[in-house]
């Protein structure tokens, strides 16, 4: 979890973004202000994605082929995760937007911030 | 609070008429004189790279020029003030960053900063409600995504419920190898809670600065090398930089124009798995402009005795 270290000479809090930062369901519920119930809902939804199980060999979170899926409540996820969740429910609560549109709405926000990366690298 | 008009034309030395070529030439003439890598005055070519990336940032993008071109000549007589922080339901931005390595000019109307959160339309102190998230950018030089470095932010803010501008200072450590868009979430720094409800989180989206030799993708690095058609053809030994020294490269025989060399392991590293991007120099066959006689005369040459037809389609 990304946590402010013990302050250098200058005083100020240092935060140290973590790259393996994971959340389980429950913290992830916590932090973002929702329902666990929430959180497994987008996930089924397709809208936020569990990091790969890492005792797992496979790099997908379920195989259609076996019929055991994980235990929602085992998931973890990180930090985009987090500020997806948090960008819905911004949606649905003061735009109105239901989970159609949010769907359409996530996708364009995602190209287009592709398709604008992608032009700032060919100046 | 007034912010200080940056005249990026100026800074870049160039025209308002100026063409995207004419913006880029200057830009990297600009950036390879003051890149804190070469500058013997370090302290104040950083901040002068500074300037030149803010510039090329709003410049180098047709549609933030445009919306820049439209402030005039006359921007600071005719200026709005921008919106003052601290008014309860304000729908403008309420919030102002420091640090970040972009000018406050550039925050107040080019960053890509915005907030987001639950709705601040519920009435206030009725129940408890965590404080919206934020979301700005921050200029990264390709140094410091090689090696990392440690950031100091400086984040005023307006609380929703009381309006009291907040400042929360704080520093971040870069991480090395951190990517072009990687976005960094700084928990509990965005907006203060409502009624006892925890802050949002600040999320800097980290943001490359253009460097006069090499871009990004992902953690592979690029060069553009300009080489001769003989080089192309022939085949040669050239040394490039990278980001950590020179390397020699091998330009094969027959290379053609946009063609890909990879030198592994050699851009950004991969977090903590020890593991590199590559480097790819991108070859780029120029031309002569304008050749003096004696060279004019081997081109007539080899016009007159080359067998080559680029236009001739291939019958299989």
Known sequence: MNRPQQPDE??????????????????????????TETIIRYHQQGFIRPLSDPDSDSDTDTDPCSGSEPDPASLVFDDEALRTVRKIEHLRNTCGVNESGLKLILSLIEEIETLRDSLRARR | MPVEFKDYYQILGIPRDASAADIKKAFRKLARKYHPDV????SSAEQKFKDINEAYEVL????????????????????QPPPPYG????????FNFSGT??????EQYFSGASRYGFPRDIPRGTRPARGNDIEGDIL??????????????????????TGKVQTHEFQVRIPPGVTNGKRIRIPKQGEPGIGGADPGDLYLRVRHAAHPDFSTDGHDVYHDLDIT????????QITVPTLDGNVTLRIPQNSENNQHLRVRGRGLPKAKSGQRGDYYAVLNIKLPQNPPPEERALWEKLRDTSTFNPRTRSSA
């Open chain 2, 60 to 79: 180098g993008d047709p549609q933030k020029r445009q919306k820049y071109d439209q402030f005039g000549p006359g921007w600071q007589a005719d200026a």
């Open chain 2, 39 to 42: 500058a013997t005055d370090k």
């Open chain 2, 229 to 236: 058609p003989w080089e192309a053809v022939l085949g040669t």
């Open chain 2, 140 to 161: 990264v030089t390709l140094d410091e995504a090689m090696h990392g470095s440690l950031r100091s932010i400086s984040l005023q803010i307006a609380n929703p419920q």
């Open chain 2, 101 to 106: 390595g972009f000018s406050d000019f550039f």
């Open chain 2, 87 to 94: 008014r309860p339901g304000h729908t403008s931005r309420e």
């Open chain 1, 10 to 35: 200058s005083g100020l809090p240092i935060y140290e973004p973590d790259d393996h930062a994971a959340y389980s369901t429950e913290i992830c519920a916590r932090i973002t202000g929702v329902s």
